[in-house]
């Protein structure tokens, strides 16, 4: 069983609209990772946040560590945010510095 | 700033050659490079991290004499597939960490096509 889990895998929206997509894990984290992945493979690190809440433009992501679960937030959604969004939790500890264990990714498509 | 490279983007090759990519941080060290693996409709599976001076620590299930890693420098680590099967076709993601805040960056990603 996939350690983190996204919900929901599958997105449609209409441009405007307010979007949400979450990550639930299920082992204590030193950090979790938001990932964008468009159609040509390339992948963007959007945000690493251990704690609270970080905002960039349009997106916004939280984490509640008591809770293991956290949310990506994009708003007036746009066609160009059409990509897949990916959470991955982070190791922290030892020898495993840096390694991620990655969500199944959530296919966010936003129509005109 | 923290710029990672891959070469090439894409590759096509016969069954049986080998091919090697590389990841490279155009400005910032990375003492820690991690290679992935992602098939169609799949998520990033980690092959293996890199770690310079040293041997690579592979996961369960990947083949070392077949994906050669070698981290020669503190800003180049390649991958080598060697003697290459259809299977191995797939889109293989570096990535570095480092930079100022010592986060993980990810490069563009390699295609590998094998025929």
């Known amino acids: 069983k996939n350690e983190v889990e996204q919900s929901p895998q599958n997105l449609t929206a209409q441009e405007g609209e307010f979007i949400t997509i979450n990550c639930s894990y299920s082992v204590g984290i030193s950090a979790l990772h938001w990932l964008q992945q468009h159609p040509g493979g390339g992948i963007v690190s959007l945000f690493m946040?251990?704690?609270g809440k970080k905002k960039h433009g349009r997106l916004i992501a939280t984490i509640n560590i008591q809770e293991k679960h956290s949310s990506l937030h994009i708003t007036a959604s746009h066609p160009r945010d059409s990509a897949v969004y990916i959470c991955a939790e982070l190791n922290a500890g030892g020898t495993s510095y840096g390694k991620l264990t990655f969500g199944q990714g959530t296919i966010l498509t936003v129509h005109p | 700033g923290a710029v990672v490279s891959q070469h090439p983007s894409r590759v096509i090759c016969k069954s049986g050659t080998s091919v090697k990519i590389e990841c490279r941080s155009l400005?910032?060290?990375?003492?820690?490079m991690f290679w992935y693996r992602q098939f169609p409709k799949q998520s990033l599976m980690l092959m293996a991290t890199s770690n310079e001076g040293s041997k690579a620590t592979y996961e369960q299930g990947v083949e070392k004499d077949k994906f050669l890693i070698n981290h020669a420098s503190l800003t180049l680590s390649t991958l080598t597939v060697t003697s290459a099967h259809p299977e191995d076709s797939s889109f293989y993601i570096c990535?570095?960490?480092?930079?100022?805040?010592?986060?993980?960056?990810f490069g563009p990603g390699t295609r590998l096509t094998v025929t």
């Open positions: 990535s570095a960490v480092g930079g100022v805040r010592n986060e993980q960056y």
């Open positions: 946040l251990s704690s």
């Open positions: 400005d910032f060290q990375a003492t820690t």
